[in-house]
């Protein structure tokens, strides 16, 4: 089985170190060394294809700069890279979402998938006019993705829901082909309109058990809609040739940090709705009640999997940690839980993005994991100035 390997755009600025900001916390916090400019986001999006990775995710919240307007712009620099667009359903109509679509789609055919994020910050949510409560924007999520759907199958829609009524509504062409629909979200609510509307079910990187459950829950719940779901799991990474040079860099990840920053930034995910970042959180917890979290190694919640990313980022907050062949074996595992699709990031995101390309992807193609026949790049990990056999 091949899998399908997606890196990620950093719209808020990159650095050698992590950036904290993300889902639950203020506009404004996440920040980097490194300017989210087209130019510097175009060098990721350029490598990321030319090792044969599928899209790059661009996320979407008030702490990066809009997924829409970067992608487009960061397409016209690239041939191939797909762009997976975080949107919010809820600061958006779903004609207007349907025609952005089919005008991306026009203008780069192929290459605008589509990640729905329902929005689990309150407060984020109303800074954007937006009160509706956790359960009523699930249900308007599901409205949205029914008028969408209708509307890229070329149907003139009227449609009168609780949350949302349009009348009459078209658009001028139908998105070809028509672009996948990734969606996550791990709360009762998120899982039906998972089921109903997802080609691709996203997780973030839990344990391989707890993402097991997960994969059971959603394909249960897609068989009684009489649908079938691919799974992706969402994952930072450090792959260097050796374990303990691996290891080594997470320490040095860990070694920005305090116990005032590692407290600030949990003090506002605790404010989160969102049941993902609660699991995300609990993974830290005990470590940042006893202080242990300045031990890379303590935080290593199974092995290879690591979650010091969450200690004051957002969202995913895991990574894989290890040698090529180890971060590999760690992929080889999710793919064998039935993960067919692997969102990864690592910081700074362009040399991280080299590190696997280069070594991880390698071990993958060798193993039959993953086909990529289009790379331009090298991906041996020889010395190119020694001749080969000696």
Known sequence: MSVKLHWFLPTYGDSRFIVGGGHGLPAGIASGDRDASIGYLSSIAR?????????????????????????????????????????????????????????????????????VVTGGEPVEQRSYGDYLDKAARYARTDDFLSIVRRLWDGETVTYRGEHITVEDATIPSRPSPVP????????????????????????????PAAVATKIDW??????QQ???VRFGIRLH?????????????????LSALDEDTVASVQSGLGRSESTGQAAMRALHESHRA?????????????????????????????????????VADLIAEYTALGIDEFVLSGYPHL????????????????????????????????????????
């Open 237 to 253: 990474v450090i792959a260097r040739d050796t374990s303990e040079q691996a290891w080594a860099e997470a320490g040095r990840l």
């Open 226 to 228: 009489g649908r079938t």
């Open 290 to 326: 006893d202080g242990s979290w300045t031990d890379p190694r303590s935080l290593e919640v199974y092995p290879g999997l690591w979650s010091g990313v969450g200690l004051v980022r957002g969202g995913a907050g895991t990574a894989l940690v290890g040698s090529h062949a180890e």
């Open 47 to 115: 490598a990321a294809e030319d090792f044969g990775f599928t899209a790059a995710l661009t996320p979407a919240g008030a702490w990066c700069q809009d997924a829409w307007l970067t992608t487009a712009m960061v397409a016209r620099e690239t041939e191939r890279l797909g762009f997976l667009v975080a949107f919010r359903p809820g600061l958006i109509s779903p004609t207007l979402a349907a025609q952005m679509t089919s005008t991306f789609a026009k203008h780069a055919p192929g290459r605008i998938l589509l990640n």
């Open 218 to 223: 959603i394909r249960s719940l897609a068989e």
């Open 180 to 207: 996948p629909i990734y969606f996550g979200g791990s709360s009762p609510e998120a899982g039906p309109v998972a089921a109903r509307h997802s080609d691709v079910y996203l997780t973030w990187g839990e344990p």
């Open 351 to 390: 040399e991280e993005l080299y590190w696997f390309g280069e070594g991880v992807v390698p071990e993958l193609t060798r193993r039959g994991l993953f086909d990529n026949p289009r790379s331009s790049l090298s991906t041996t990990t020889g010395n190119p100035f020694v001749p080969a056999g000696r």
